[in-house]
C-alpha cells in the first residue's frame, strides 16, 4: 500500500483534486472528485459515453459529462480508448485483438480496450476503410471472427467481397 495521495486534472480548466491515499469513502478518491466537478462545471462540453446510454448506471448525469483523461486517452466513463488514440496506434502498426464481441477490440501491447460505440458516423466508415485496405495488424486468428456491428459483408461477385 502506498501513502502517496491520489491526484486527479481536470482536462478542462486544470484543477487539480487530491484525495486519501487509501480513500475509505467517495469523498476521498480525487477522482470521484473529479468525475463530479466535471459533471456541475463543465456540464455539457464533454461527450456522451456511448456504453452509457447502453447501461442503467449513471442515467441522471448531465449529457456530454464524459470526457476523455488527458493521461491515457480514455474515456472517463468506459475506459475505452479515444477514437482518435485508437486510429493513431493503428497507424503506428500496433497489433489490433479481435474479441467475440461485435462491439469491442484490444489494441496493443497493453491490450487497451476500444469500443465501437465511441465512433461517429464518419469514424466508422474510417474504420471500414481500413478494413477493405487490410490496414489494420490483426492478432490471432488474423481475421474479425465476430464482425464489428455496423460492418456488413458485400458480395460483389464469387471473386471479391468488399466490406461495407
Not at 452509457?52 to 448531465?62: S, W
Not at 477493405?132 to 471473386?159: E, M, S, W
Request: hydrophobic residues 25%.
Amino acid at each position: 500500500m502506498t501513502d502517496t495521495p491520489q491526484r486527479s486534472t481536470c482536462p478542462t480548466c486544470k484543477q487539480v483534486f487530491t484525495g486519501e491515499a487509501s480513500p475509505r469513502t467517495a469523498s476521498e478518491n480525487a477522482y470521484v472528485q473529479l468525475l463530479e466537478h466535471f459533471k456541475t462545471v463543465h456540464a455539457n462540453t464533454g461527450h456522451t459515453c456511448g456504453r452509457r446510454v447502453e447501461g442503467f448506471a449513471f442515467r441522471n448525469d448531465p449529457p456530454a459529462s464524459d470526457f476523455w483523461r488527458h493521461t491515457d486517452s480514455t474515456c472517463s466513463y468506459c475506459g475505452s480508448l479515444s477514437p482518435a488514440e485508437f486510429f493513431k496506434r493503428v497507424d503506428k502498426g500496433e497489433e489490433v485483438t479481435p474479441t467475440d464481441k461485435p462491439y469491442k477490440v484490444y489494441v496493443g501491447p497493453d491490450n487497451s480496450k476500444f469500443y465501437f460505440q465511441h465512433l461517429s458516423d464518419d469514424g466508422k466508415q474510417l474504420f471500414i476503410e481500413y478494413l477493405n485496405q487490410q490496414k489494420f495488424k490483426l492478432a490471432h486468428p488474423g481475421y474479425f471472427y465476430v464482425r464489428p456491428y455496423f460492418v456488413t459483408l458485400q458480395i460483389k461477385d464469387r471473386q471479391q467481397r468488399d466490406l461495407v
